[in-house]
């Protein structure tokens, strides 16, 4: 199991200096969530805060564009300094010509799927994937709770990804939290996205520590 910093809940007016203080407290890689007010009622972090933070890290950047034309983002914005980019399914007229836009990118192509969203509709293109991320809360704002079937759904797309005999890796987004992280690592997440938690937490090495040996109980 790893940790992955969603930098939604950082302090924005310090992204480098939070970047490298979860980097020292044991963080895996970094979640962008770029929202633009229209997928999701919020305006988030930008494509330039890739660029902008990249000399302050060598580790993964995860990106997640929860916008309603995010080919057209794939296609004409720079920079776009991502290991990894996810896109919501419902805004995609053509998933496959989509991911095909992410390869070109040179990332790996992750899917999200909200509380609302079919597995089973999703399933077909879990062949594509190398990153499948369940949001635990409806995006849009982070400090949610995360939705109390989270951890069974997590546990349904395991087996599905074990029954398919596939290997991407399966994260969980959205009101992670020290209480619920066990029962998530349980269900089969490879990969914990943490914001609110992380960033808020007093102490965020003795948080990252506790959260770590929670996981493996």
């Known amino acids: 199991m790893q940790v992955s910093a969603s930098l939604l ?20 890689s970094f979640h962008f969530d770029v929202m633009d ?54 805004t995609l007229p053509d998933p496959r010509r989509t991911f095909s ?20 509709n999703a399933s077909r293109w879990f062949p594509e994937l190398d990153l499948l991320i369940v949001l635990g809360v409806f995006p849009g704002f982070g400090g949610q709770a995360m939705h109390p079937e989270t951890p069974e759904r997590l546990a349904h797309l395991w087996q599905l990804r074990d029954d398919m005999d596939l290997h991407f890796t399966l994260a969980v ?4 939290t020290m209480d619920n992280a066990p ?17 808020h937490a ?4 003795t948080f990252m520590k506790r959260i770590t040996a929670a996981a493996r109980l």
Do not use: W
């Not at 007093?202 to 090495?205: D, G, I, K, L, R």
């Open 9 to 28: 809940a950082a302090d924005l007016a310090s992204l480098g200096q939070e970047v490298r203080r979860a980097e020292r407290a044991g963080v895996r």
């Open 37 to 90: 007010g229209h997928y999701v009622p919020n305006i988030a972090l930008s494509l330039e805060h890739l660029a902008k933070l990249r000399p302050h890290t060598a580790l993964p950047f995860h990106v997640h564009l929860e916008l309603a034309n995010p080919d057209h983002v794939l296609e004409d914005f720079q920079p776009f300094e991502a290991d990894s980019i996810s896109v919501c399914l419902d």
């Open 101 to 120: 836009l992410i390869r070109s990118r040179r990332a790996q192509v992750g899917l999200s799927l909200d509380p609302g969203d079919s597995t089973q």
């Open 202 to 205: 007093p102490h965020m090495v």
């Open 183 to 199: 029962a998530l690592v349980r269900a089969g997440a490879d990969m914990l996205i943490i914001g609110t938690a992380l960033f």
């Open 173 to 176: 987004d959205g009101g992670v």
